[in-house]
């Protein structure tokens, strides 16, 4: 089978596309036949040499697909041919997911109703992040009006439909006319393009000077300084990443010349969730539901084929690609 490994870290051209054996199973297994592979920013990390959790080389990336089960491998739970959805939370942070086929533990896949649309499933990963985060991540702020930086892209996207899903305003940036354009085709109240507008400025003339109080940040960087301008009184940062880097500037320093409003930073990872594994649970059960209730529809912009993973990682650090981005083995 064909899939794509990484022997050493680097860039996207570090991604190389292998044949290796198929997966052999093990009492207890079963084997997924892929369909559609979600490129993430773990990913990126990973690939790299930039993650945290760093998984010995040479490793096959990969944090989320949908499939069929090519063999059930007498599994009472899952039969051949039943379409799935699993994430490598569900095998362990295994990863091996850029790849024709998977062997995973039986428990590991989350069946899925035949209706489902299998391209737009394998984003749904980014919705059971933006679940945590508006669940616990922001727990305790009122939501009534939020702030998304990097509104078009695939959190962005799913931040922005679960948030308007609770009835929340919706303030949303971008880097581009495009970007803003395709975030309030999808709903989103106010979309700017950071590079043109004052942001705060904007921010607070939307609101009527009172600010927003949710801002999901995932910049860190200096970002936090004009985020706790544009907050509302007892508002909350949710701090997810840090494509920007780590801030230099004093942030207590800043919380402290912002004290009128009395703001607040959470920082926040999917891995504290390991620890809580019945909140993880409940997010993919309510994220799963919405999806074949057809609540939600993932952003599906870009389908490549798995070779083509290089240019994948290309696109999304490029910045230029909307929604999620997909690999088609």
Known sequence: MRAIQISETGGPEVLRLVEQPMPQLKPGQVLVKTHAIGVAFPDMLVRSGRYPWMPPLPYVPGNEVTGHIADANASTRLGKGQPVF????DMGFAGGLY???VAVKDTAPWPLPDHVDLDEAAAIFNYIVASLLMEHGARGAEAATVLLHGVSGGMGTALAELALL???????TAGTDDKCAFALSRGVQHALNYKTANVVDQVLRLTDGRGVDVVYNHIAGNSFVDDMK?????GLIVSYAVLGGMPQNDLFRGMRAEIGRSPAVRVIGTHVFEKLPHLRRAACEKVLALHAA???KPAVTTRLPLEQA??????MESRES???IL???
């Open 86 to 89: 699993f994430t490598s939370w």
């Open 99 to 101: 790849a024709e086929y």
């Open 166 to 172: 609770k009835g929340s305003k919706v303030i949303g």
């Open 230 to 234: 544009m907050l509302a009184p007892l």
């Open 294 to 296: 057809g609540k939600i």
């Open 310 to 315: 290089a240019q994948a990682h290309r696109l």
């Open 322 to 324: 909307l929604g999620k």
């Open 327 to 329: 690999l088609k083995p």
